[in-house]
């Protein structure tokens, strides 16, 4: 193991925020590592590669998953978020050779732990039909939200605006190029985004996002703040918006991330704002839940 990121959902399950994390599960699914034994008949994969680790486990035989839709496999789970399949929380991690995928280029291998959540961002902004033209709007400036609007800049967005309370991660969205806007005392511009994506998911982030999009403009909700929420229906019907959902990323959507992020043609250090030990670990996950740290992304390092 080398670099495993924390999740806010690892997090949320640690405080007993949502029941998606049942307890005695072995957390860690934003995984990068080097390959250190195979089992019989592996034969892709040798020891001392480096790899990127998909956390997905589908079955491969529905018809979801032979439509490259691995991400709604009704069968699908995933290593760190079930007891069955141990996380890398853990200075070894044992792992299927078909979810490693190979990270090759000029970056450092802990940029590899950045995927997952990037990934959960190409999806999204796959789901939007982000094109060339379009102007973007981004609601929530976590690493779904920073990875979805890398990802809209990369299918040529020619506008990206993120919305974010929090002062330091509007800083940080601006370092990396985009234009960074203040919920609490700016106003967003009504229907003036052809795509929003919503990665809050809070009855007031879901209708501002309705808001900014124009008429026939589309909503992708990746936030999963809460089960339930509120949705404006005027904006929806009136306007001929559409409201689409995305989930985690597809073995396609994955690959591509994995491709992006290992070019190096984005400077991703800034996301990384803190690296802890094993020991450190339980330290970082009270503080992300008591909000005392606010860092982007805080990655688990093994010295190796
Ligand atoms: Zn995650
Ligand atoms: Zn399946």
Same mark, same amino acid.
């Given at each position: ?99 490693? &995928?190979? %990270?090759? #280029? ?10 997952? @959540? +990037?990934? *959960? =961002?190409? /999806? ?94 589309? &909503?992708? %909700?990746? #936030? ?10 005027? @904006? +929806?019907? *009136? =306007?001929? /918006? ?63």
């Amino acid at each position: 193991m080398r670099s495993v990121g924390v999740c806010g959902s690892d997090v949320h399950g640690y405080a007993g925020v949502n029941r998606r994390r049942t307890p005695g599960t072995v957390m860690g699914h934003e995984v990068a590592g080097v390959v250190e034994e195979l089992g019989t008949g592996v034969d892709r994969l040798l020891p001392g590669d480096q790899v990127v680790i998909n956390p997905i486990v589908s079955c491969g035989e529905c018809e979801y998953c032979r439509a490259g839709l691995e991400n709604v496999c009704p069968n699908r789970r995933i290593y760190g978020c079930i007891a069955e399949l141990p996380g890398a929380y853990a200075d070894s991690f044992v792992v299927r050779a078909t979810n490693c &995928v190979f %990270f090759h #280029g000029p970056v450092p291998l802990e940029w590899g732990a950045l995927v997952e @959540p +990037l990934a *959960v =961002g190409t /999806r999204a902004a796959k789901q939007g039909e982000v094109g060339e033209r379009h102007e973007v709007l981004v609601v929530g400036g976590g690493p779904i939200g920073i990875g979805a609007a890398l990802a809209s800049r990369r299918r040529g967005a020619q506008r990206v605006v993120v919305s974010e309370p929090l002062a330091h991660r509007r800083e940080l969205a601006a370092g990396l190029g985009f234009e960074a806007i203040d919920p609490g005392s700016e106003e967003v511009p009504r229907g003036a985004f052809s795509v929003a994506i919503e990665c809050v998911g809070h009855s007031v982030t879901l209708a501002s996002a309705l808001d900014a999009v124009r008429v026939r403009g589309t &909503v992708v %909700f990746v #936030g999963l703040a809460e089960e339930t929420i509120e949705l404006p229906a005027t @904006p +929806l019907m *009136v =306007g001929e /918006r559409i409201i689409v959902g995305s989930a985690a990323y597809s073995n396609e959507d994955f690959r591509d991330t994995v491709e992006w992020v290992a070019s190096g043609g984005t400077d991703l250090a800034p996301i990384i704002e803190s690296r802890v030990d094993l020991d450190g670990l339980p330290a970082a996950f009270e503080g992300y839940a008591d909000g005392s740290i606010d860092a982007l992304k805080t990655l688990l390092q093994f010295q190796n």
